[in-house]
């Protein structure tokens, strides 16, 4: 470190703030989040935050970055395209549901899935694998995309236990519902 300068305090990078704000939403949900809580949380004065984050929709968009930028790792790997979709389906259910509060934020708003993502890039390479026609394919990817997410939606508010039951709702729902696709898939596919 050069003489006279100061350490770099983690706290207040922009990662340390989002990492923060994390936790809070988690724990508390979206609604509990605010500026004062999450300078208190960090320890310092709530002005400070503002270097770095524009204002609380700046800050949960940036939540929403950071969860997605989770889809990077996500690659399909080997088998048909079936088998490819329903593990793409899978780990977008998992990323989802390891932070509840945050994702029914990110379905309410009309960007948590975006076009220049890894999923999105994945999901239309198996989708070009099934035999889609070029011309099919990110159409059929952004429907495939919002279904999925509704989905999800309807599994973290509760709404699928309610409908399908108890007990394994949630797991038998969404295991149905991606068979369901996947057939939908290979129908279009044969057309």
Same mark, same amino acid.
């Given at each position: ?7 770099? &305090? ?14 809070? =939403? ?11 809580? #999450? ?24 939540? !929403?970055?950071?969860? !997605? ?10 088998? !048909? ?6 593990? #793409? ?20 708003? &009309?960007? =948590? ?29 952004? =429907? #495939? ?13 509760? !709404? ?9 709702? &949630? ?18 596919? #044969?057309?």
């Amino acid at each position: 470190m050069a003489e006279g300068a100061k350490p770099v &305090d983690q706290r207040l990078t922009k990662d340390g703030i989002l990492q923060a704000a994390l936790r809070i =939403v988690d724990a508390e949900g979206v609604e509990s989040l605010s500026m004062r809580k #999450l300078a208190a949380d960090l320890g310092v004065n709530p002005m400070s935050i503002y270097h770095h984050v524009e204002n609380k929709a700046a800050l949960l968009d940036g939540l !929403t970055r950071l969860i !997605t930028r989770g889809a990077e790792h996500i690659e399909v790997g080997e088998g !048909t395209w079936q088998e490819q979709l329903r593990r #793409l389906a899978y780990e977008f259910r998992e990323l989802s549901l390891a932070h509840r509060n945050l994702i029914r934020y990110a379905f309410a708003t &009309d960007d =948590v899935i975006r076009r220049d993502g890894p999923m999105w890039r994945t999901l239309c390479t198996v989708l070009r694998s099934a035999g889609l026609a070029e011309s099919e394919v990110e159409r059929t990817g952004a =429907v #495939l995309a919002v279904l999925v997410g509704g989905l999800l939606h309807t599994e973290v508010n509760g !709404t699928m236990r309610r409908l399908v039951g108890d007990g394994e709702a &949630d797991d038998t729902g969404f295991a149905l519902a991606v068979e369901l696709l996947i057939d939908g898939v290979a129908a279009r596919a #044969l057309n």
